[in-house]
């Protein structure tokens, strides 16, 4: 990764975001092969990640392989989901203050009306 990507990930983390370094003890170096050591990393593995991720927004605590982004307010005025498995996958998801229920097909994105 190139140097000024690291540099704005560590002013992330400065100002409180939480970077998760899944199983990695192997030292970090950027593209030019110098070494980089991130500020405050939790090294974690996968299976305490939903642990790790239990008071951070947007996260609903269930490895389902469901990932949602909101855009637009508190209450999300736009609503993405990514269904990474093979399978078709149902949420019942609050848009705008209205509940809707999305079909997300295998490998593709939801996107609310």
């Not at 140097?3 to 970077?19: C, E, F, H, N, S």
């Not at 079909?103 to 009306?113: N, R």
């Amino acid at each position: 990764m190139e140097r000024a990507i690291l540099d704005k990930i560590d002013a992330w983390t400065k100002k409180g975001g939480r970077l998760i370094l899944l199983n990695n003890n192997r030292p970090m170096r950027d593209v030019e092969d110098r070494a980089w050591s991130p500020v405050k990393p939790i090294v974690a593995p996968l299976d305490s990640l939903a642990s790790q991720l239990k008071d951070c927004k947007g996260y609903d605590g269930e490895r389902d392989g469901l990932w949602t982004c909101r855009r637009g307010g508190t209450r999300g005025a736009e609503v993405f989901i990514y269904n990474t498995t093979d399978k078709p996958a149902r949420r019942s998801v609050t848009v705008g203050g209205k509940t809707l229920e999305a079909l997300i097909e295998p490998h593709a994105i939801w996107i609310s009306p």
